[in-house]
């Protein structure tokens, strides 16, 4: 449902961008980090501490909050319908849209596009992972011929790897630091 309503409110808003382009920013504004943002903006992490007796670690968990925003969005598409809660849904994730628009959010497709221009190809590795199953934290590297260019560490592996990706491309002078 979120994927719908956001990408019929990004085609209507942006008619002149292509399908690639309104695609990455879909993808990027309904991510599972995007909607722990946007539950954390809402008050939701708030709200689900002062239900219970829930540990910090799990309150901050950024598949818990997504996992929250999904649901409260399934529920309010429940009682009220799709036309009912478009506006809202889409008001509440203008700031993702907007990052979306304004820094490039897929790094690893920027990284992997710009070496492919000079015949190279990167890989990425987990160097770590640490924490519970619940509270994880990873670290990866993107390698290029071997030779590790980036590094970076995130709350699931992509996030890592994004952080990686950027970190090779502003080291490889792709973009500026």
């Known amino acids: 449902m979120l994927g719908f309503v956001l990408a019929r409110a990004l085609y209507d808003r942006y008619p002149d961008f292509t399908e690639g382009q309104l695609s990455k920013i879909r ?21 689900l501490e002062e ?6 670690d799990l309150r901050r968990s950024t598949n818990v909050l997504a996992a929250l925003m999904e649901a409260v969005l399934a529920g309010l598409y429940l009682e009220r319908g799709l036309d009912e809660i478009s ?8 700031s993702r849209i907007e990052e979306a628009l304004h820094e490039p959010v897929d790094h ?8 492919a221009k000079r015949g190279q ?10 924490g519970p199953p619940h509270d994880r934290t990873f670290t990866c590297a993107a390698l290029v011929d071997g030779k590790q260019v980036g590094s970076g560490m995130g709350r699931t592996k992509k996030d890592a790897e994004q952080e990686a990706a950027l970190e090779a491309l502003e080291g490889l002078g792709f973009l500026s630091a």
Do not use: N
């Open 51 to 56: 239900s219970g007796d829930i540990p910090d």
């Open 108 to 115: 690893k497709t920027t990284l992997q596009e710009e070496l």
């Open 27 to 47: 993808a990027h504004v309904v991510s599972r980090r995007s909607c722990a943002i946007v539950a954390a903006e809402l008050g939701l992490d708030q709200r």
């Open 87 to 94: 506006a809202a849904v889409v008001a509440s994730f203008e």
């Open 121 to 130: 190809r990167v890989e990425y590795v987990t160097l770590s992972t640490d």
